[in-house]
């Protein structure tokens, strides 16, 4: 698993986003991020989950989040890749590592 952090208006404020880095870490997100973060993911294809710890999200932290999970996979030099998310709260764990259900319909967005 990693962590990036991302400074907010050049102050000591940051938004800190996870990323697993397999199918085990992807589901350890899960089980430790608050239900009001956010997860993010590739629309369509295998990849590692991101789990933003704000319980507000911004285009930034889509846009953020988007390019970890782009830059940390196979298909980092795909164009118009497209990623869903959602709150965790959302989400349902299967008996799969890795893999979620999503209880309600995730948000679109194109990279």
């Given at each position: ?19 697993g880095?397999?199918a ?31 319980t ?14 782009k ?19 959302n ?10 259900i ?7 967005f194109?990279?």
């Amino acid at each position: 698993m990693k962590e990036f952090k991302r400074i907010i208006d050049n102050s000591d404020n940051f938004v800190l986003y996870r990323l697993g880095q397999n199918a085990n870490d992807n589901h350890l997100l899960i089980d430790d991020a608050d239900k009001n973060d956010w997860w993010i993911h590739l629309n369509d294809y295998p990849s590692g989950h991101c789990i933003i710890e704000r319980t507000e999200i911004d285009k930034d932290d889509i846009i953020y989040a988007s390019n970890l999970i782009k830059e940390n996979s196979k298909y980092r030099n795909f164009k118009k890749l497209k990623f869903c998310y959602t709150q965790v709260k959302n989400l349902k764990k299967t008996k799969n590592p890795g893999e979620v259900i999503i209880l309600k319909k995730p948000e679109k967005f194109t990279l």
